[in-house]
């Protein structure tokens, strides 16, 4: 269910991920490069590797220094400076020697982990035929020359040869800090070109950008809305409701998108509470309980607690709920609290799944959108899956149609992915194991949002002087007004 909440929101904002943290990586990466090609480069991927690992712990030591945040290899920094004296030798830190105490132990840093897919993507960085990562001809290079002319000759100067030569004074590293992720120029040619990347306003953009570009507007006009800094959780609401106003019609598409993102959360984060009471079912005896003890324990509960659920169908209960006026946030916040029953949670839970899939039926143009961006076969759950099996059965009664449901969709296919994992990836994720036709506890879990990369989007848009504490500045406006 998750995985499909991630691939659609993946689409929403490529070129930007959950570690992307930075927008200034991308001109130091791309400057990188070139500084490397221009000192006589060898096609050995060894030595392309230690470049950017110095490259990487210089530049946490550089931030660190000035207090920085949102840099790879950060907390290391924070030590060395906190335990060295005037000069910091950092070539051992730089190594993939296992022995070191190393900034990051990803074997090409933050470069490798995070930052390269995503500047391919942008159409910054490729392959060489070496297998080496280097900037593009076009915007690669471009990048990298706006970086260096952004801090200067003499700067550009000091900091290849501190990457050459992996030791640095605090003078020098008081001198590189220009260099640092907060400091592009609010008037300079680099800021530009990175709003001019990010919206996709060169007509060679790769075909992906402007969905990119639709959202950081979607983010601006939540921020204005607001009048202050975008909150990611905040920012997701925002996007839930249809506006008062109407928006463009490329802007609506996207927003509509993320309206069915957030229903796919708000589903999965469902399905998960129905998975933690199963758990609590099967842990409530020593020896656990069968497929039949568990289907008994859910409708004794419905009859306990909610007389309507076991004589009212599915579809009544669903159709007579007001899905435009459902209270999503408060049971989203129920869901994903760590406090509560979790019988009660489940409550709350299928009421939601009801909610979700009339909501769906009411919006024509929502359901559009769910289904072009979501799959609704095979393999892979999602919103679609799951609402289109509660619609074959819908004329049952609530308590024996959720109580199938948690066999089929919840305890079976648990064991079911559990075991691909095992087999696939020899990664062991029981919750529960089957014992003589019993299923045995083996632990809990908690409902877990996903997290659809706005708040490095969020930071990107500030980092290029967009968005501040009141919402967007007058450069964030006018990027606003031009995208509208």
Known sequence: MQNSGVLLYQSLLPGISNV????????????LSEAYA???????????????????????????????????????ANRRLA??????????AASTDPSQERYLRQSLGVFGGAYYSQMAEMGLFTLNRHGIQVATRDLGRRAATLFAEAIGP??????????????????????????????????????????????????GAPTSAPSRAATLTLILDAARAAEEWPVPERVRWHLFEPPEQMLADDL????????????????????????????????????????????????EHFAAREEDMVLQSWRDMRMALRSADFA??????????????????????????AALQQRLADRSDLAAAAAQGLPDRGSAHSLLTEILWLQRGEGEAVADLIADYMLDRVVRRHSWVAMQKLRRQRD??????????????????QPVA??????????????????????????????????Q
């Open 20 to 31: 992307t943290l930075r927008m200034r990586y991308y001109g130091y990466y791309c400057w």
């Open 83 to 92: 335990a060295s004296g005037r000069i910091i030798d950092f070539e051992a």
């Open 252 to 299: 609506e598409a996207q927003r509509l998108k993320w309206e069915a993102y957030q229903c796919q959360d708000l589903m999965q984060v469902a399905c998960a509470a129905l998975l933690a009471w199963a758990i609590a079912i099967i842990n409530s005896t020593p020896h656990g309980r069968s497929l039949p003890e568990i289907r008994a324990e859910i409708i």
């Open 328 to 353: 999503y946030e408060d049971a989203w916040d129920t869901l994903i609290s760590a406090r509560g029953a979790a019988a009660d949670k489940a409550l709350v839970a299928i009421e939601l799944m």
């Open 154 to 203: 003499d700067l550009a100067k000091l900091l290849r040869r501190k990457i050459a030569q992996p030791h640095v004074s605090l003078r020098d590293l008081d001198r590189l800090e220009p260099i640092i992720p907060s400091r592009i120029d609010a008037e300079g040619e680099e800021r530009l070109f990175y709003e001019t990347l990010l919206f996709a306003r060169d007509d």
């Open 450 to 483: 996903t997290t659809p990369r706005l708040q490095p989007a969020i930071q990107f848009l500030a980092d290029i002087h967009l968005l501040d504490e009141n919402g967007p500045t007058a450069l964030g406006l006018a990027a606003l007004e031009r995208a």
């Open 38 to 76: 221009r000192r006589g480069a060898t096609s050995d991927f060894e030595a392309w590797r230690n470049w950017v690992r110095r490259a990487e712990a210089l530049y946490a030591l550089v931030s660190a220094q000035a207090g920085e945040t949102g840099v790879g290899g950060i907390d290391w």
């Open 428 to 445: 062991y994720t029981f919750l529960f194991e089957q014992r003589d036709n019993r299923f045995v506890y083996l632990g809990t879990y």
